[in-house]
């Protein structure tokens, strides 16, 4: 089976400008979440989707926002790039009322100019 | 929110050598697992081990929940083992949290 996957794998953007990251989780999995790895420290969470609702919202600006589809694959979008928005975006699904462990996409490295 | 902690921040050993980590945690939690991240930034499953003990190959676990902490014995280390290990908790809510992870290198 495929694990989650990502992407594009790699963004270069400017500041002011807005990215659309995509996810698609494994097969089977309803919850979608998504973290921001800055260089040097170990993620953070953003935003938790299940079952097409938003379940859960870290500490980020209105700037950031995501959405589920019907196919449960995941959309995060950024409004108004900022430079420190640059990091890695990570995407991981999970099987609600199993053994409860979260899997990891790739990531997508964003770079803000 | 709760608060987790990894120990060492960095480790350098000899191929071949054993070594532990640590994660202290600060409140009860219902989800533990670890990762390692390799090089291009690809987060690994290696254990969700919420308490007792675990082993996969050269690599086990042991949580401790009463007393808010987990450990990560490496054994017989290979390059391939170098990267970052991550400790990451679930406590109320739906939102994994990270600590600040241990960079391992383990030289030829």
């Known amino acids: 089976d495929a694990g989650v996957t990502q992407s594009p794998t790699h963004l270069i953007k400017t500041r002011g400008q807005h990215v659309t990251l995509r996810c698609s989780p494994i097969?089977?999995?309803?919850?979608v979440s998504w973290y921001q790895q800055v260089l040097g420290q170990g993620p953070q969470f953003i935003f938790q989707?299940?079952?097409?609702?938003?379940?859960g919202r870290g500490n980020f600006p209105d700037r950031f926002s995501a959405r589920q589809f019907p196919n449960y694959s995941s959309e995060l979008n950024v409004n108004a790039l900022l430079l420190g928005d640059s990091a890695l975006y990570l995407c991981?699904?999970?099987?609600?009322?199993?053994?409860?462990?979260?899997?990891f996409g790739p990531g997508t490295r964003l770079t803000v100019l | 929110g709760i608060q987790v902690e990894q120990s060492p921040p960095d480790l350098i050993l000899q191929e071949g050598a054993n070594s532990t980590l640590r994660c202290n945690f600060s409140?009860?939690?219902?989800?533990l697992q670890w990762f390692h991240q390799n090089p291009w930034g690809q987060l690994i499953n290696l254990f969700y081990?919420?308490?007792g003990t675990k082993q996969n190959g050269r690599l086990s676990a042991t949580t401790v929940a009463t007393e808010r902490y987990s450990l990560l014995y490496i054994s017989s280390s290979q390059t391939t083992d170098s990267g970052v290990y991550f400790c990451?908790?679930?406590?109320?809510?739906?939102?994994?949290?990270f600590g600040g992870g241990t960079r391992v290198l383990v030289k030829p």
């Open positions: 991981a699904s999970r099987l609600l009322g199993t053994t409860d462990t979260q899997y």
């Open positions: 097969s089977g999995h309803k919850s």
């Open positions: 989707y299940y079952e097409k609702e938003e379940r």
């Open positions: 409140d009860s939690v219902n989800n």
């Open positions: 081990i919420p308490s």
């Open positions: 990451a908790v679930r406590a109320a809510g739906n939102k994994l949290t």
